[in-house]
Structure formats: C-alpha cells, structure tokens
C-alpha cells in the first residue's frame, strides 16, 4: 500500500519520490500530512530508476557489522543534493494515489516511481541502516536507451505521414489539370482555370462575337472584328495558356503567381481601309488614288485618274478595333471626315502603266527539240500574266504571276511531246523479220518546263524577250513481233502457223480458206459486189454469224429489197457476209449488194468452220 503523506519532521524538498512511495506503518504521532507537490504544480526534481536493476545490483543481505558504515552511506545519500533527471512525460496525480491491498503494482508504473530508499527498525527499536531492499536502485540502461528511439522513430513515422499526404495531394492537383487550364490563368481578364482547350476557345470565340465597335460622329456604324480586318484566333489563344500547364513542373510553378494570357490577332489594314472608305456616303466624294487597269481590249494597260475627296481616317479605327480584340469587350470610337488628297496620283500611275505595257511588247517563243515547230505567247496572253498590286499610299507595283506562265508552257509542251507507238512486226519461225506492219514511234517527253517558266517569268519582268526550246526525254522504241507460219510471208496476210483465215480475191472473184500458209478449202468461185454496190476491201474479222436470215436493204436506185431465208450467214463488217445463195446457177461476175454469195454447201463449210474473231482479207 502506497501513502501519500511525508514523515514528520522532513522537509519536501529533501524526500525522494519514490521513498514517498514506500509503504511505511501508519504514524499516529506524526505531524499533520503534507501533500507532495503535483506534476502539475511546482515539480522537483526525481531520481527515478528500475526496480529490478536497484535489486540486481543490491547487497543479498545486512549484517550487524556493516550497520553503522550503511547507516552512514545512507545519510550522506540523503544529504547530498538529488541530480534532476528529466522526466520522459509527467506524473499524473492518479499515479501515485494508493493501491488496491491485493493489487500488484504495474511493471511500468513501479520503473518510473520506484522507491530509492526504505526503511527498517530492528529489535529494540532502534533504527538500523537501510537493507539492501532499500538501497537506491541505478538507472535500467535498457529503458534509458530505448526512449530516444522511441522518439525517433515517432519523429519519422509523423515525418512520413506528412510527406505522404503532400505527395497524394500534389498528385491529385498535377493530375486534376493534366488537361486543363493551371490556376491563374486568364485571358483578356477573364478566368480561365480548370477549363479544358475546347472549352477555352468556346469561350473566346463566345466573345469575340460581342466584341464589336461601335462608330459615332460623322458616321455611325457598328462593325464587327471581321469586317474590321481583326481575326481572333481561339486556337491559338487557348494553345498558349494550357502550355502553363504543359508538364507537372509547369503545374505546380503555376501555383507561384497568375498570367494574363494575351489573345492572338491577325489584321489586314486593305480590309480595315476598305471599310473605312465604305463609310463614306455616296452623296459625298471619295478621295480615289490613280490606279493601273488593263483596258477592254486586254492588250493595253492604262490608268484609271484620280480624284480628290473626303475620306476617314483609320488611325483611331484600329486604335479601337485592337482593343476590342485584345480586351474581348466592345469598344467605341468617334470619326470624322477629313478631305484628302490621292496618294497616288496620276502620273505616278501611268509610270507604273508604260513599264506593264514595255513588259509584255517582248516576245516569248519556245521551240521543240528538233526545231521542227515554235510555239509564241500573243499579247493578250502576256497580259494576263502581269499582276498590278495597288496600295493605300504609294504607287501600284507590278508582277508576273508564274502560275499562269506555268499553265501556258505546260499547254505548249503537251503539244510538242510525242506519244509513243508500239510498232507490229512479223518474224519467221528463224527470228528474221519478214514484214512490218506498224511502224514504232519512240515516245518523247518535255523534261525543263518548269526551268522555262522561270526563265519567261525573270525576262519579262526585266523588260526582255525569252527564246528557248524544250528539252526531250526520249523513250525506247516498243515492238511487238508476231511469229508467221513458214511460207506465209508471200501471201496477202501472214498468219501464225495454223492460225484460220479467209482470202476473199476479188479480182478472181474466189474465196479461199487457210490454216497458217496451208490452204484447207477452195479457191471457191462466188459472185461478189455489182460495180454500183461493190465489196468492201481491207482486213476484217468475222463478228457475227446466222444459220438463216432474211436479209433488207436499199438497191443502188434506192429502192428497197428483202430477201428471206438466206443460209448460212457470217457477218466480217458492217452489213457485209458471206453466205449462201441458191438462187444462183452460175458463179464468178459481180452482181450482189456487196456481200460474197456462194454456193450454198460451200457457205455452209465456212459457217461451221470459221470462229468468231476469224480474219477475213478483201482484196484484188
């Protein structure tokens, strides 16, 4: 059982806490409690040590002898001043109220409290020196070492918790505007965090469209960005400021300070003039520069005067529509007329006229390969090459549009190229060429077009003549070569061995069948054309044949004629065939519509015979 009260007699300062601890027989004669102080009050200073160190390195026993030499130790232990030893954490005053009979202190409890000094009254009532039981116990080295560790390890861990929770955070701030605007992102004053590229540019273009500028003054008028020349390019505009958010670091540098974003304009001045000029009622005169127009004919160039006026001046114009652009909000401005005098006058516009006209009185001619052809640009066309640039206070400039000159070479040169022919030749069966049927003409290709539309372009825009030639690319003759049956180059046609045909000699009036060279069937006497409907000559093919047919036609009078159930028809050209004829008796004269009439056997034979695709040779 533990007291809480002091023995009599002792100052505070001078007990141990632990030896307040210590249980002691009640003092009835004592003086009146004094209360140790709290740790929440004034706290003195305390040796605190291990029970089960003190123990270990106590005496296992006293004795009588060495009573009056521990009695000693004790007192001088007792007098000396207590070093302060820090405590780990301060005692509560729960920790030191006392203890339930039967219960057992608690490990840790008694290590931090344990008693330093105990008292024992031998026999007789004497007091003896304390035991070893009572002996000041050292420090536990062990529990002394673990303590910074402890407090280490806390350090870290709370350490490691704060890092993790910085890096998940940061984490989820990279990743929310991965594909957004940064925080401080503006344009044109207007927020523009955590929205997306779309977004962005939905937004500007949202603006742009009440972005106008209202004209007051001499004339009143609203404009929009447009009309005004001004294009805002969103595209752009967004692209530059999700770039502040481009990659992680960019992100988090973001974090640092805010950027206006400045809005991406294009403007043309002609347009801005232009409108301005439109301003300008009809009923007032216009200012009107000299310009240079090539005249109704297309052949001349002259100046159209000009003219004195008023006019508004642009300056504080686009003054307004920059604004307007760069702020996304409207603006407005006031203009009045001005008179104005050309810029360009009449004869700054005829000097720009007569070095147009010198330009295309050269001449330009370009020659084939083989100077065989020339091919000459005439005025017109040369006029059409000249361009005439006006501008707003200078003279108009002049230059030769190379796309047209281009267009014309590029006309000129298909016509001198040549287009190639594959020629056609026949070849016995030793490889020696027997006959020509198509001659090869070698293709060839215009190859410094563009070269000579440079050169037309620099000549002319220096005030001299161009005369130059095409060059060719020539390519290699191409031949298709037939190889003939042997004999069969003395005949009216070559054909390939066994390859069928049909001769139709119309000065023998026969026809006669033929395999290659072979003659398979004839000469057969028929009756061909009369002199006023005569039998066509050339090379043919069969195309079309009729078991029997009634024939219809004109005679050479001009009246017509049928003629049914005419055997054994193959059609070589046109309304032209052979086929048989039974009302003929007799055969070798000229008396049909044109066709070859034969015996009818023998038209047979041939129907059965020939194939569709058969050359048939018509000649005398």
Not at 133 to 146: I, V
Not at 452 to 460: G, K, V
Not at 476 to 484: G, L, N, P, T, Y
Request: hydrophobic residues 40%; charged residues 20%.
């Amino acid at each position: 059982m533990h007291s809480d009260k002091l023995p009599t007699g002792t100052a505070p300062e001078e007990i141990d806490e632990s030896s307040a601890l210590t249980d002691r027989p009640a003092d009835t004669d004592a003086a009146p409690d004094t209360v140790l102080k709290s740790p929440y009050g004034e706290t003195p200073a305390v040796a605190r040590t291990s029970i089960l160190a003190a123990a270990s390195a106590a005496p296992t026993a006293h004795t009588p002898a060495d009573a009056e030499a521990t009695a000693q130790a004790a007192q001088t232990q007792q007098n000396a001043p207590v070093e302060p030893v820090d405590a780990a954490a301060p005692v509560a005053p729960s920790a030191i109220t006392p203890a339930e009979p039967d219960a057992a202190p608690d490990a840790e409890e008694t290590s931090a409290v344990a008693p330093t000094e105990t008292a024992s009254t031998p026999e007789g009532g004497q007091a003896s020196p304390a035991s070893a039981e009572s002996a000041p116990l050292a420090p536990d080295a062990s529990e002394s070492e673990k303590r910074p560790h402890r407090r280490r390890r806390w350090a870290l861990a709370s350490l490691a918790a704060a890092l993790l929770l910085v890096g998940v955070g940061g984490y989820a701030y990279a990743a929310h505007y991965a594909n957004v605007a940064v925080p401080g992102t503006t344009i044109a004053g207007t927020d523009m965090a955590g929205m997306s590229r779309d977004e962005i540019v939905a937004a500007i273009n949202a603006r742009v469209q009440a972005a106008t500028v209202t004209v007051t003054g001499d004339v009143e008028a609203t404009a929009s960005l447009t009309d005004l020349g001004t294009t805002v390019d969103a595209e752009a505009t967004a692209d530059a400021a999700m770039s502040r958010g481009a990659d992680v670091v960019d992100r988090f540098t973001a974090l640092l300070g805010g950027s206006d974003i400045e809005v991406v304009t294009t403007s043309d001045d002609a347009v801005l003039e232009e409108y301005a000029n439109g301003l300008v009622p009809e009923d007032q005169a216009k200012a009107q520069n000299a310009s240079v127009v090539l005249n109704t004919d297309v052949t001349t160039f002259e100046v159209s005067a000009a003219s004195a006026g008023v006019s508004i001046d642009t300056t504080d114009l686009a003054a307004a529509t920059a604004q307007a652009a760069s702020s996304l909000t409207p603006a407005s401005v006031d203009l009045t007329y001005v008179n104005t005098l050309p810029a360009v006058s009449d004869a700054d516009a005829q000097a720009v006229a007569d070095t147009a006209n010198q330009w295309i009185s050269q001449d330009v001619t370009i020659t084939n390969a083989d100077g065989t052809a020339s091919y000459t640009a005439d005025i017109a066309t040369k006029a059409s090459w000249v361009e005439v640039t006006e501008n707003l206070d200078a003279a108009p400039t002049l230059s030769i549009d190379s796309d047209q000159v281009a267009e014309w070479v590029s006309t000129q040169a298909a016509a001198a190229n040549v287009e190639p022919v594959v020629g056609q030749r026949n070849v016995n069966s030793s490889g020696q060429v027997v006959a020509t049927s198509v001659e090869a003409v070698a293709g060839q290709t215009v190859n410094n077009a563009e070269t000579i539309t440079t050169a037309i372009a620099d000549s002319l825009s220096s005030g001299e003549a161009y005369a130059g030639a095409f060059e060719m690319t020539t390519d290699e003759e191409q031949w298709e070569e037939r190889e003939i049956a042997d004999g069969a180059e003395n005949l009216v046609y070559q054909a390939a061995e066994g390859e069928k045909w049909i001769d139709i000699n119309l000065s023998a009036k026969t026809v006669t069948s033929y395999e290659g060279a072979t003659v398979v069937r004839g000469p057969v006497t028929i009756v061909d054309g009369a002199a006023a409907t005569p039998t066509v000559t050339g090379t043919y093919h069969v195309y079309l044949q009729y078991e029997t047919q009634t024939m219809r036609g004109q005679n050479a009078d001009g009246t017509d004629y049928e003629t049914e159930n005419v055997p054994w028809i193959s059609y070589f050209y046109a309304g032209y065939a052979l086929h048989g004829a039974p009302w003929w008796s007799s055969w070798g004269f000229s008396a049909s519509h044109g066709c070859l009439n034969m015996p009818v056997a023998e038209a047979k034979w041939i129907y059965d015979w020939a194939e569709i695709g058969t050359t048939v040779v018509s000649h005398y």
